[in-house]
């Protein structure tokens, strides 16, 4: 057997399996619209309303976005040529990192080219081998990847367990890091910020938060010397960042591989997420109308009050969760299943998530045939 004939029985053996659990992703082609639209190949033209999508703020595609994306195109070009310590550092890096830093009340910001990205250099720059990390079990994937490149051992409690937390930081070796999200991407709810950082600094360790899904959206006192996010969701651009103390920022420059090693974002894209940060801070609106559409569905189908703009309906079944999903794109509504292994086993949900640019008859469209979905 030749080495492509290995390797295409490889993944051909593995598709299987994916096939096999219900489990095989495909790449569906859609354009994304304002006003929380979308246009989907096959869809013959019709628009859906968009639930499952990240720009909360519905700033994606604002005209102020994409005017600043276009200015700065023809002034800096599209490209950053190289990691930012190669090339040079666009000025925007600079500008957006200061605004950031403010936005937060830290000392000091550094932009990586993702959220995934500002984790896993983030993570091994604070802490390695001899020290321990302790975890919520529900923090992002990209903490998790970050925590095993650390090399320090690993400790994860129990979803927002706060005696759990204390039980496994007790007597932890070495420098402790904890981790968290202030706001669950999966669940939508909300950590205990003030309890944790109280319980880092009995220990004398330090917290690291993720915030990719507060910023703009929930206002949270955040104890964090650390404190992480992204620019791809209420932001409406793309990006991460780090803020804290300034030296701990100055070390990450030198120390962060993933900024090190990594092209510098575009300037397109830099512009873009600092027209975005404006709007942020001078139309607060936006946000309340996000939280106040993602309040409505709640009440219309009788679930608790929700912490953020996420609301998680939990089917259980893969199957049925996916079966729900076309239901819904079939009225008009885009809302796609989570399935393992984003989410645990027997937790297959519709992860629906509300924006500003949702009417409130997008939302009770939406309840409506979420009915008539459960009911088929």
Partial sequence: ?????????????RLEKLHARGQHRTLKPTRRMDGARAERAGRAGRDLVSF???????????????????????????GAGASRLITGDCPLNGQLEQTLAQMKGQEACLVFGSGYLANV??????????????????????????????????????????DHAAELIAE???QVLVLTETVFSMDGDLAPLEELGALCEAHG?????????????????????????????????YGGYV?????????LVSRARSLVY???LPPTVLASALAALEVMQDEPERAA????????????MDLPSPDSVIVPVVIGEEARALAMSTALEEAGYLVTAIRPPTVPEGTSRLRITFAAGHSQADVRGLAAALKEAYRG
């Fill in 205 to 237: 360790a330090w917290l690291m938060t993720d915030d990719a899904h507060g910023l703009g959206i929930v206002e949270q006192a955040n104890p964090a010397l650390v404190q992480m996010g992204t620019l791809s969701k209420a932001a409406g651009a």
């Fill in 262 to 264: 990594t092209t510098g």
């Fill in 1 to 13: 057997m030749t080495s492509l004939e290995r390797l295409t029985a490889y993944a051909g053996a």
């Fill in 121 to 162: 250099g983030t993570i091994p720059a604070l802490v390695g081998k001899g020290d321990t990390i302790l975890m919520d079990a529900l923090s992002h994937s990209c903490m998790h990847a970050g925590a095993r490149l650390s090399g320090a051992e690993i400790r994860v409690f129990r979803h927002n367990d706060m």
């Fill in 52 to 78: 499952c999508d990240n720009d909360y703020l519905s700033l994606s595609c604002d005209p102020r976005l994409v005017a600043a994306s276009q200015e700065t195109a023809a002034r800096y070009g599209v």
């Fill in 289 to 300: 109308r996000a939280r106040g559409n993602a309040v409505l569905f709640c009440e219309l």
């Fill in 243 to 251: 803020c804290g103390p300034a030296p701990v920022i100055d070390m």
């Fill in 172 to 174: 932890a070796p070495g």
